[in-house]
């Protein structure tokens, strides 16, 4: 599976951006798929989950409430909508997938759960 994330931009704090993660292969339907993000300086952090059933969500504390993960099966694609940005979520933003996986329901929330890595794009948030 190869990804590939864009939708990065400079946002004004307050406002809002949709991460698209488009996918080449036939697994992306079997596998968990995750947004992780990296700030200057700081170490990658988990930032939204989700299993293969699209109901199965999770999210770190500090998104919850403005972030919205999803996928498109159909499209090869997952999502994250943000809204609400502050200049703390400026960061370098990765979508990733696991290997295909049996259960349906689980989400993985370590970045050594996922194998396949996109490349990142980049979001800023002006104050």
């Known amino acids: 599976v190869q990804l590939q994330a864009s939708g990065g931009g400079l946002v004004q704090a307050g406002g809002s951006l949709r991460l698209s993660c488009a996918a080449s292969?036939?697994?992306?339907?079997?596998?968990?798929l995750g947004w992780f993000r990296q700030a200057p300086g700081k170490e990658r952090e988990f930032v939204a989950a989700?299993?293969?059933?699209?109901?199965?969500?999770y999210y770190t504390d500090s998104v919850k409430g403005r972030f919205t993960i999803s996928r498109d099966n159909a499209k090869n694609t997952m999502y994250l909508q943000m809204v609400n940005l502050s200049p703390e979520d400026t960061a370098v933003y990765y979508c990733?997938?696991?290997?295909?996986?049996?259960?349906?329901?689980?989400?993985?929330?370590?970045?050594?759960?996922?194998?396949?890595w996109g490349q990142g794009t980049l979001v800023t948030v002006s104050s």
């Open positions: 292969g036939r697994t992306f339907s079997t596998s968990a």
């Open positions: 990733a997938a696991t290997k295909p996986t049996y259960y349906v329901t689980n989400y993985y929330l370590r970045p050594e759960d996922y194998v396949y």
């Open positions: 989700i299993g293969r059933a699209i109901s199965f969500t």
